[in-house]
């Protein structure tokens, strides 16, 4: 079917929709375009954004924990050891969010790098445990040095007492020279035992607080010159109660040195877990730097990105509004054209019929109401000329009738001036008949 032969208010409609259909699939195309920068936002805003701020917590956190560690190593209390277990959970928190991101954005790069963290922070975790045992061991073993230095500095406070008191005594009941030397001689190595172990016992405070291995070396010398000092005084003295403080002083000695090398060994442990927990920090807050800077390389993309789809969407939005309008006039010009026209010329054969013009014709071949319309004039028209033809036929057959009535009118008249004629011939000759009678009557 042609367009012309279409329904008006269905031309109207199909313009209409034209317009609708350029007009939404321009919107559509918008609406797309948008949807994809709404996508590059919401990546900048839930993906790239948070990948961001949840690595800069694991590297905030780990940083944390760093510093937790070092005022554990310092103090070395629960509470402190609290605190690093307490930020480890943090950066576990903030690794397990940065995977939930990775996961869902299927962030290849970030998901290993949190995995690469993920390990360093597990076994810097347990590093850690063994750190809070070690320290406690060598908590342990620092009880044991002092309770043990103080065996031996009571015991040798003691056993000086014991000789000051011996040789007081055998002095008053005037000894001889040589049983007063041998207190004097027990008194001199009690007193070199006694310095010997306040030495020691300096030199462990040194090397708890300094750990720098040179108090414990002048430990690691004086310890056997403070055992033989035990034997060189077990030698001179038969006194079963000084032999027993002797026996115990050695004891306690001994128990001295193995917590010494017992903590020593567990510090040189723990230094090297420092150290590896050092490097395994570094590597969680590396990891964290790395996931950051691809964070921001992500969002600088992802801003280009962007502003490169404002622009495409603001030209396709300004494309539409464009097209829409060109396209809404032209389809609107047709449209008008495919109305008007017929209607300018059905006006002017109906105003030429009107001036008396018969002779025009309507050419308006469509099936639309215009068509219509067309088609009710011509048949007008044609009536009307039909009707003009019988009242001309007409017209002349009653103008013949009245001429053919002048006619016999006019014989009528004549007929009558000769009936009047005879009349008054018929008058006159019964007035002549009349005197003729009365003159015979008369006769």
């Known amino acids: 079917m042609r367009f012309k032969d279409?329904?008006?208010?269905?031309?109207?409609?199909?313009?209409?929709?034209?317009?609708?259909?350029?007009?939404?699939?321009?919107?559509?195309?918008?609406?797309?375009?948008?949807?994809?920068i709404s996508g590059t936002l919401f990546s900048i805003t839930e993906?790239?954004?948070k990948s961001v701020e949840f690595a800069t917590g694991v590297e905030r956190k780990a940083f944390e924990t760093l510093l937790a560690i070092?005022?554990?190593?310092?103090?070395?209390?629960?509470?402190?050891?609290?605190?690093?277990?307490?930020?480890?959970?943090?950066?576990?928190?903030?690794?397990?969010?940065?995977d939930a991101i990775a996961k869902e954005y299927h962030n290849t790069a970030l998901l290993q790098g949190s995995n690469t963290a993920r390990q360093a922070t597990q076994a810097y975790s347990d590093m850690f445990v063994s750190v809070e045992k070690g320290v406690a061991a060598n908590r342990k073993a620092i009880e044991e040095m002092t309770k043990h230095g103080e065996t031996v500095g009571n015991a040798a406070s003691k056993f000086l007492e014991m000789q000051v008191?011996?040789?007081?005594?055998?002095?008053?009941?005037?000894?001889?020279?040589?049983?007063?030397?041998?207190?004097?001689?027990?008194?001199?190595?009690?007193?070199?035992?006694?310095?010997?172990a306040l030495k020691i016992m300096r030199a462990e405070k040194e090397e708890v607080n300094y750990s720098?291995?040179?108090?414990?070396?002048?430990?690691?010398?004086?310890?056997?010159?403070?055992?033989?000092?035990?034997?060189d005084l077990e030698k001179i003295t038969t006194d079963p109660t000084e032999l027993s403080l002797i026996a115990a002083a050695r004891q306690s000695t001994s128990t001295y040195q193995?917590?010494?090398?017992?903590?020593?060994?567990?510090?040189?442990?723990?230094?090297?877990?420092?150290?590896?927990?050092?490097?395994?920090?570094?590597?969680?807050?590396?990891?964290?730097?790395?996931?950051?800077?691809?964070?921001?390389?992500?969002?600088?993309?992802?801003?280009?990105?962007?502003?490169?789809?404002?622009?495409?969407?603001?030209?396709?939005?300004?494309?539409?509004?464009a097209i829409s309008l060109v396209g809404g006039v032209l389809i609107a010009i047709l449209l008008a054209a495919a109305i008007s026209n017929p209607v300018v010329k059905g006006v002017g054969f109906a105003s030429a019929i009107a001036a008396g013009d018969f002779s025009r014709t309507l050419d308006?071949?469509?099936?639309?109401?215009?068509?219509?319309?067309?088609?009710?004039?011509?048949?007008?028209?044609?009536?009307?000329?039909?009707?003009?033809?019988e009242a001309?036929?007409?017209?002349?057959?009653?103008?013949?009738?009245?001429?053919?009535?002048?006619?016999?009118?006019?014989?009528?008249?004549?007929?009558?001036?000769?009936?009047?004629?005879a009349k008054a011939e018929v008058l006159q000759a019964a007035q002549q008949l009349e005197g003729v009678v009365q003159v015979v009557s008369s006769a």
């Open 212 to 231: 720098d291995r040179k108090s414990y070396k002048y430990m690691q010398e004086a310890l056997p010159v403070l055992m033989q000092l035990y034997n």
């Open 165 to 196: 008191k011996a040789y007081t005594n055998a002095q008053r009941s005037d000894a001889e020279a040589s049983v007063l030397n041998q207190y004097v001689q027990r008194y001199i190595i009690t007193t070199h035992i006694y310095e010997t």
């Open 70 to 98: 070092r005022f554990f190593i310092e103090e070395k209390t629960p509470q402190r050891g609290s605190n690093v277990h307490s930020h480890l959970k943090e950066v576990f928190v903030y690794l397990d969010k940065v």
């Open 364 to 389: 308006i071949e469509q099936k639309d109401e215009i068509g219509l319309l067309a088609n009710a004039l011509r048949t007008m028209i044609a009536t009307l000329k039909s009707k003009i033809d």
């Open 392 to 421: 001309a036929t007409q017209g002349k057959a009653a103008a013949d009738e009245a001429a053919r009535a002048q006619i016999a009118m006019k014989e009528a008249q004549e007929a009558k001036a000769q009936a009047e004629r």
């Open 258 to 321: 193995n917590a010494a090398v017992s903590w020593v060994s567990t510090d040189d442990l723990l230094k090297k877990y420092l150290h590896e927990m050092v490097t395994l920090g570094d590597n969680v807050i590396h990891q964290a730097q790395l996931a950051e800077e691809a964070g921001y390389k992500e969002l600088e993309l992802a801003k280009a990105r962007s502003r490169d789809m404002v622009g495409e969407a603001n030209t396709i939005i300004v494309a539409t509004i």
């Open 6 to 36: 279409l329904r008006i208010r269905m031309k109207i409609l199909l313009g209409a929709t034209s317009i609708v259909l350029i007009t939404g699939m321009l919107g559509v195309l918008a609406y797309v375009y948008i949807g994809k």
């Open 47 to 49: 993906n790239n954004a």
